[in-house]
């Protein structure tokens, strides 16, 4: 079963709009981390925010924030005033397994394309 | 912030041989390091988890005598693909953990075997 659900394939947005990326979840594990990575074309993953599932409150990294539903099990990316370079392949990862054997487990991604 | 680096940054090869990609944590020291593979356009699977001084542990369906892991420092883990095979080219990344709840990616190495 898919731990990691991106139902988006592609998403198009014009510069300086928000934009909702999706990310569902699915684990019966009651401590669980959902990241958010992007991948430029260079290939390189770089880190955008983190949540873990005991926080109470969204996560929150300059234009990037986390809308975290417990309850659904959705942890979309929300992408406030889009520029030209957020144009890259988005990644949702989910931390499972115990303590230090701990593993990231990916979803297929979302392509973002940002227009002038 | 903590930095992974890996070396080749690419690396074309002819089929038979082998190629071997190191990744490193440049200012922190690694106890795990996991190696991923990414297909073009598609998402990064796991092939294995690499801890310092100990057998690697290989995800179902990785072949572990085609990929050798060996993570012989807190800073350094190399990834070998022995006898390779025109269906091995892909990308390939590294990712080292400071803590448990951080992991760091390397550039990746994307690997062509003629």
């Known amino acids: 079963a898919q731990k990691i659900t991106q139902t988006q394939p592609g998403m198009f947005v014009q510069e300086k709009e928000a934009v909702t990326l999706d990310c569902t979840y699915d684990?019966?594990?009651?401590?669980?981390?959902l990241f958010w990575y992007k991948q430029p074309s260079s290939g390189e993953m770089i880190f955008l925010i983190y949540?873990?599932?005991?926080?109470?409150q969204n996560a929150t990294e300059g234009r990037y924030s986390l809308n975290f539903q417990k309850a659904r099990k959705s942890a979309n990316l929300v992408i406030s005033a889009s520029q030209l370079g957020d144009s890259a392949m988005y990644f949702c990862a989910m931390r499972e397994g115990p303590g230090g054997f701990q593993k990231l487990v990916f979803g297929t991604g979302t392509r973002l394309l940002v227009s002038p | 912030g903590a930095v992974v680096s890996q070396h080749p940054s690419w690396v074309i090869c002819k089929s038979g041989t082998s190629v071997k990609i190191e990744c490193r944590s440049l200012d922190f020291q690694a106890t795990t390091m996991f190696w991923y593979r990414q297909f073009p356009k598609q998402s990064l699977m796991l092939m294995a988890t690499s801890n310092e001084g100990s057998k690697a542990t290989y995800e179902q369906g990785v072949e572990k005598d085609k990929f050798l892991i060996n993570h012989a420092s807190l800073t350094l883990s190399t990834l070998t693909v022995t006898s390779a095979h025109p269906e091995d080219s892909s990308f390939y990344i590294c990712s080292a953990r400071a803590h448990v709840y951080e992991q760091y990616f390397g550039p990746g190495t994307r690997l062509t075997v003629t």
């Open positions: 949540q873990g599932s005991y926080d109470e």
């Open positions: 684990t019966s594990d009651q401590s669980y981390g």
